[in-house]
């Protein structure tokens, strides 16, 4: 598919998701949904996102921290740079085109009623081989609630590679009806975010590498893990999560 066709299908604020694109995250649990957003969109966040990492735009305590769980480095020296809630520390993102064309897409994917829950950059140094999640399924992070629909959207801001540590998910574990047990995977859950569970002996592990302006869209009960940067470049990621009004 060219530039010129991948770019029929944004329409203003909306991205037209397909029937067959559909019907994959209904039964696996994620999709790979190309060029979301057009190379202007990309480089006018990028501007921002390395603000950020610069920590020209200031983000307090814990919301700025290493997800590789090395408590005692400085943020230069961080392998996954995580911020959380960046709308909330730089309002002018509020709204901005990415949040606008992934509520649609997760409208499409999930129905009416989704609205966004929080946002989250994460940024793989290079030549981190540390900068790994475990396999993990989001949900594992929050309460049970009654209405569990969901659609994290992860737009690349750089090429997303196997050797960068690309997206890979475990299809069809959402269907499963209840989570997999999971552990904090450095200390205890109150000095330690992340989580961590394993894969079984039937599981299978689909690595997803995507494009700079794509997305991956998931499920929050889907199995996905990445693996460290071995490049001389950065993995960036722009992490929207949509659930229901009701629940939000």
Not at 19 to 44: I, K, M, N, P, Q
Request: with cysteine; hydrophobic share 35%; net charge negative.
């Amino acid at each position: 598919m060219t530039d010129t066709q991948q770019n029929s299908r944004i329409e203003g604020d909306d991205y037209v998701v397909s029937d067959a694109e559909r019907a994959h995250f209904a039964e696996h649990g994620y999709v790979h949904l190309r060029g979301l957003l057009t190379e202007d969109e990309v480089a006018a966040l990028e501007v921002d996102y390395d603000r950020f990492l610069r920590r020209e735009i200031e983000v307090p305590g814990k919301d700025f921290c290493d997800m590789a769980g090395d408590y005692g480095r400085e943020p230069g020296d961080y392998s996954i740079v995580n911020v959380m809630l960046p709308r909330r520390y730089h309002p002018s993102w509020q709204d901005n085109v990415y949040e606008r064309r992934a509520a649609s897409v997760a409208r499409q994917l999930c129905g009416e009623g989704m609205t966004l829950d929080y946002d989250q950059l994460l940024a793989k140094q290079p030549y981190k081989e540390d900068a790994v999640f475990a396999w993990h399924q989001d949900m594992a992070y929050w309460p049970d609630t009654p209405d569990t629909r969901t659609a994290t959207t992860w737009l690349a801001i750089d090429n997303s590679t196997v050797e960068n540590g690309c997206m890979r998910f475990a299809p069809a574990t959402n269907h499963e009806s209840e989570l997999r047990p999971h552990v904090a995977q450095f200390g205890d859950r109150g000095e330690s975010h992340a989580l961590g569970t394993d894969l079984r002996d039937d599981d299978v592990a689909v690595p997803v590498p995507i494009l700079r302006g794509d997305v991956t869209v998931h499920n929050e009960r889907v199995m996905h893990v990445s693996g460290g940067n071995t490049t001389d470049g950065f993995r960036r990621a722009y992490i929207l999560a949509f659930r229901s009004e009701d629940t939000v």
